[in-house]
């Protein structure tokens, strides 16, 4: 193989590496842009959590404010008996019903994060299976390239005189 070949070749060799390892790279990017998207919808499905659960104890303050004003409306005291008894159901109501989207909302951040985790873990191997692509790329070359260069396959030096004509000048000079 001439020089020509051999460049060639090596850029060859490079290029193909090169591709292996950009794919990584990309593949790596892409899905660490995955991960950050899952932690932000883990982000925001906690803050959409918490402002459903504020909704749910606004509302439900309201409605305890209705049903004490309904009481106090009909002439019934509010500080003992059945109507306290209800205000106090309602309020212990609001804070399951808020505290059960709280805890929704939590696990399903959770699930993401989870989601990104994964992503994260996949970019990481991606990237090193760019790496190790590449360079099994280069050896599988430098393979090739010392097979084409071994010993068994190397023209055989000329002789002493020869000059490299095919001819040996010593060649009846008792020398050779």
């Known amino acids: 193989m001439g020089w020509g070949a ?3 070749a090596a850029v060859g060799l490079a290029l193909m590496a090169g591709g292996q390892l950009m794919g990584g790279i990309a593949s790596s990017k892409a899905q660490q842009q ?8 883990a982000v925001r499905r906690r803050l959409q959590a918490e402002t459903d659960a504020r909704m749910i104890e606004d509302q439900g303050r309201r409605f305890q404010s209705n ?4 009481f106090a409306k009909s002439g019934v ?11 106090m159901d309602t309020a212990i109501s609001v804070e399951k019903n808020a505290q059960r989207t709280r805890l929704s ?10 989601g990104a985790s994964v992503y994260e873990k996949m970019a990481s191997n991606s990237m090193l299976m760019g790496v190790v692509g590449a360079a099994g790329t280069f050896l599988s070359g ?3 390239a010392q097979g084409d260069y071994s010993p068994s396959k190397a023209m055989k ?20």
């Open 157 to 176: 030096s000329p002789g002493v005189g020869s000059m490299g004509s095919g001819h040996n000048w010593n060649e009846g000079a008792g020398i050779a």
């Open 67 to 70: 049903q004490a004003a309904a």
């Open 142 to 144: 430098a393979k090739d």
């Open 34 to 41: 995955q991960a950050l998207q899952y932690r932000i919808a």
């Open 105 to 114: 909302g939590e696990w399903a951040a959770e699930g993401l994060t989870a």
């Open 77 to 87: 005291a509010l500080d003992s008996g059945s109507p306290l008894a209800v205000l």
């Open 6 to 8: 051999e460049m060639i």
